[in-house]
């Protein structure tokens, strides 16, 4: 199984609708949890955290599920500038920080 | 502002002839890291740094060299360029990736023919 592991689409979703992706991850020691956001030919941007309770930053909710070891991003009402490669990233903390990102799923919302 | 400033932003360059993609942060952040990007490969990380005059081998540490002399510079180097290492590449920092998330630089395009 792969370490990190995600969809890689292409999502294609109508603005306006919502749209829920997931990423797994095979170590069940990983400890911290991120999403980036990364537009076609530019750096990755850090979207948001993902904590163990779930959280939410305006449109975007994030959400963790260590038992079955998947972390999902829900996007609502989504928008035309969300069309996007989302990155889901996994840390494992060890002797030092051991971050590995997944190969991202595409989104292209469509108006 | 805050950023990751890398030059330059595109290079092609020919096999074995040496290069350097110069990165510094104004963060004063202790943690720097390189990555390449492919297709179908995702980021990959190549060395990465805690701090000063302290680097690490990533995943992909074949063909580079990094250097941390100054908490804000971390240049990659590639001693004899082939085209295997054409690749979009990424400099990062953080004041610690697991906690903060990172922040990347603009990326640099290189092609090595």
């Known amino acids: 199984r792969k370490e990190v592991e995600q969809d890689p689409g292409p999502f294609n979703v109508p603005e306006g609708a919502t749209v829920a992706f997931n990423c797994t991850y095979s170590n069940s020691a990983s400890q911290s949890f991120f999403w980036y956001r990364q537009d076609c030919r530019k750096e990755p941007k850090l979207l948001m955290s993902?904590?163990?309770s779930g959280n939410e930053d305006g449109r975007f909710t994030a959400q963790l599920n260590r038992a079955s070891q998947y972390i999902s991003l829900l996007i609502r009402d989504s928008k035309l500038s969300d069309s996007a490669t989302y990155l889901c990233v996994v840390n494992y903390r060890g002797r030092d920080d051991k971050i590995i990102f997944g190969k991202g799923t595409r989104l292209h919302i469509l108006p | 502002e805050a950023q990751v400033t890398q030059n330059p932003r595109y290079l092609i360059t020919v096999t074995g002839k040496k290069l350097t993609v110069t990165c510094s942060q104004n963060m004063n952040h202790e943690y720097m890291s390189w990555y390449r990007q492919d297709p179908g490969l995702g980021l990959r990380q190549i060395y990465y740094s805690m701090n000063v005059e302290v680097t690490d081998k990533g995943d992909v540490p074949e063909g580079y060299k990094v250097s941390r002399k100054e908490k804000r510079n971390f240049p990659l180097i590639l001693e004899s360029p082939s085209p295997n290492q054409t690749s979009l590449y990424f400099c990062a920092s953080s004041l610690s990736p697991g906690v903060y998330g990172y922040t990347f630089g603009s990326g640099t395009r290189l092609t090595v023919v």
């Open positions: 993902v904590y163990s």
